[in-house]
């Protein structure tokens, strides 16, 4: 597969002649290294190489791809930053003893050997040896734009983002999630997305994603458009995909809105609200029995030294009021990117400062209100050149270790270096 | 993006007998009658530690500034990068081609840096200040080589970006020739020189903008390197849509 994409690399780059100036390529280089400060101090190193290509073919279309190659050195095991004991080390551990459980005395006794192996550390070894496959090649996007009189069809792998929420986006339900890596940032879709312009400010956007058969494409559509200050949209989907089918998650039909604008004083807001009405085996599509909400709600502001805050709300009706309520299918909730959080009550605070004009120093600190634990992420970035960024940030998990949702989970720290091209 | 800032005020007529405030202001803003534009523009900004950042960008308009459009093309970090300003900078739209993402800003946000330089971005729309601030003509003095009105501007309250500023405007051809641009605690903040005067397709333009960070000791200057008026342009450039393509 890697050779597929390097041809298509190459042929691309054969079929535009040099110099033409409707071709755009760009990108950046990032190289982070990651120290966690858990029992055995783990350290992990990641490089991403993103190269981005653009091609006007004309007024009436343009060509987009934009291409995700890692190397990444890390543990085997995904779950590494998890202490011993923690909600999360618990809901793993459940997980694995069932699927255990369900294997016959031949399949256990391989697993058993495994885990031999597995506890005399060998494996740790095993992902940071030359020998192991550490590179990954992902297409975040692959389109092509067509534009019409009032309408413009985007056709391909694409970023689809919706809601206004900076912390917490509920309606931003179509680019894809990694459920083994809840840091990594969401990859796009592949969808078929027409919008038709209207007004001034107005548009409706209708997209279908395929699945593997039409009973699992996946159906949207969002009306947009403005109001004096204010910015607001209504979306509905249908939602049924083969991720789903996999990760346990039910049909459902969503419906959401979003606004954004501002108040007195100059105050920026926005909010996002979505209902989601899932069907379970055996319920019809209009029992509401297990209907839920989510909702975002912040603001935002900069004052005139140049602080800029935001804070967020976040309130997750599919989560659980306490920590003794976690099972195996809100932490598929959680990893299947259908919420933001096990819990059903956040907040989010942002604070950035720009200082001797080329260093930026930030804090995020998430609460989860219902357990009381929260995660602190104070960061500094210097920026070393216009194209040359130097970033190191921490984060500090605050909460107790057997009883909160981030109190269980390893602190960190990270060293980025990124370049662009 | 037209070298221009809102507190650049452009000639339309000279008159020998004495002018109210108002009336000094409406000849400046009425050179904004040109129907479209488009301009390639650098910016140089010099830090105080002696380091140079460059940027590149295009910027086109329609109805006077009414509508802005800017494309930042240069560093590699922001290229793609596009800013449309509305109702003469009164909204603000952010788009990002790498979330592909269109943001409205909210006003508080105009009070930022543009791209880590000395211009805020209120500097760079076409807000009407007489709207925000108080203003009286405080005098006529030379600034630089030309004989100019000095117009105050104090703020009407807290929100705004400063607690009073000074402009020069050219008793000739009422353009505006320089700023003096006060903090919240009424100390000088910046200062704003305009050079490089001269008249393209029929308008008066200027081919560079310097504003001074006294506080930093900072500056960035902006060099239009090429300007057209009157050209021909979609207005569904000035929109959501355009953002995205």
Known sequence: ?421 | MRISVSILFVFFACSSFALTVDEILDKSEANDNFKTSYSVNTEEVYKSDGSVKISKMEGYSANGNEKTLMIYTEPKRISGMKILMLNDGDDIWFYSNRTNRVRKIASHQKKQSANGSDFSYDDMSMSDNRKDYNYSLSGEEVFGDAECYKIMFSAKNGDNSYSKFYIWIDKANFLARGGEFYDDENNLWKKLSVRGIEKKDGYWTASEVEMRDVQKDSRTVIRTEEIKFDIELDEDMFTERYLKR
């Open chain 1, 1 to 421: 597969m890697r050779t597929f994409y390097i041809i298509v690399i190459i042929v691309t780059a054969a079929l535009f002649p040099a110099g033409d100036d409707n071709l755009k390529l760009g990108g950046y280089l990032e190289s982070k290294m990651n120290y966690f400060d858990g029992k055995s101090e783990v350290t992990s190193s990641n490089a991403l190489f993103r190269l981005e290509g653009n091609y006007d073919i004309s007024d009436k279309g343009k060509i987009e791809a934009h291409l995700l190659y890692y190397y990444n050195l890390q543990p085997l095991d995904p779950f590494h930053t998890f202490k011993e004991g923690s909600i999360y080390y618990k809901l793993i551990n459940t997980y694995f003893n069932e699927l255990y459980g369900s294997l016959d005395p031949v399949q256990q006794d391989v697993i058993d050997e495994l885990m031999d192996i597995y506890s005399s550390g060998y494996f740790s070894h095993i992902s940071y040896s030359s020998f192991y496959p550490k590179e990954t090649l992902v297409l975040d996007r692959a389109l092509i734009k067509l534009y019409f009189d009032s309408a413009d069809l985007v056709f391909g792998k694409q970023q689809i983002a919706w809601g206004t929420g900076y912390a917490f986006n509920p309606t931003d339900v179509w680019n894809i999630k990694d459920p083994l890596n809840a840091e990594a940032a969401k990859i796009g879709v592949l969808a078929a997305n027409l919008s038709f312009y209207f007004g001034e400010n107005s548009s409706l956007q209708v997209i279908s994603s395929p699945g593997s058969d039409f009973d699992h494409w996946k159906y949207g559509a969002r009306f947009k458009s403005t109001a004096g200050r204010f910015e607001y949209s209504f979306s509905g989907i249908r939602d049924k995909t083969d991720d789903g089918e996999l990760l346990g998650i039910p049909e459902k039909l969503q419906m959401g809105a979003d606004l954004s604008g501002e108040i007195v004083n100059e105050i920026g807001i926005h909010a996002e609200a979505a209902f989601f009405n899932p069907r379970y085996n055996g319920m019809e599509m209009s029992d509401t029995d297990s209907s839920y909400v989510q909702i975002t709600a912040g603001f935002d502001y900069t004052f005139n030294n140049g602080l800029y805050i935001l804070g967020e709300y976040y309130f997750n009706g599919l989560g659980e009021k306490s920590y003794k309520d976690y099972d195996l299918q809100t932490f598929t909730r959680l990893s299947g990117g259908e919420m933001s959080g096990l819990a059903q009550n956040y907040s989010a605070l942002v604070l950035s400062y720009i200082f001797l004009d080329d260093y930026t120093a930030s804090i995020l600190n998430i609460v989860n209100l219902d357990d009381v634990s929260s995660v602190l992420i104070p960061g500094l970035e210097y920026s070393f050149h216009e194209n040359i960024s130097i970033k190191i940030n921490s984060n500090i998990f605050i909460g107790d270790s057997e009883t909160t949702e981030y109190g269980g989970i390893f602190n960190s720290v990270t060293f980025s270096v990124t370049g662009f091209f």
